[in-house]
């Protein structure tokens, strides 16, 4: 069943991804964040407590989408940056 919620949300989120695109600083935002929540996922994997693997999978969430806002405002930090310097 985990591994099949894991497919549904890897898809979604490779599809989210394509049609939101980062700057190289948002990509390594986003790159470290999902190797975070790959770590914690795989860890929940290995857990024998359902209701324990089920919490550190919704953390793996949550750090996901952490991730995302933060490159989005590193994104429009580098964006205002370079629109500061063209002036």
């Given at each position: 069943m985990k591994l099949i919620?894991?497919?549904a949300a890897g898809?979604?989120?490779l599809a989210l991804a394509a049609c939101n695109?980062?700057?190289d600083a948002g990509?390594?935002?986003i790159a470290n964040t999902e190797n975070v929540a790959d770590n914690m996922e795989d860890m929940a994997d290995n857990m024998s407590n359902d209701a324990a693997a089920d919490a550190v999978e919704n953390q793996a969430d949550a750090v996901r989408a952490a991730g995302?806002?933060?490159?989005d405002a590193v994104d429009n930090a580098v964006e205002n940056a370079e629109a500061a310097n063209k002036h």
């Open positions: 919620i894991k497919a898809a979604g989120l695109s980062h700057t990509d390594n935002v995302e806002n933060k490159a």
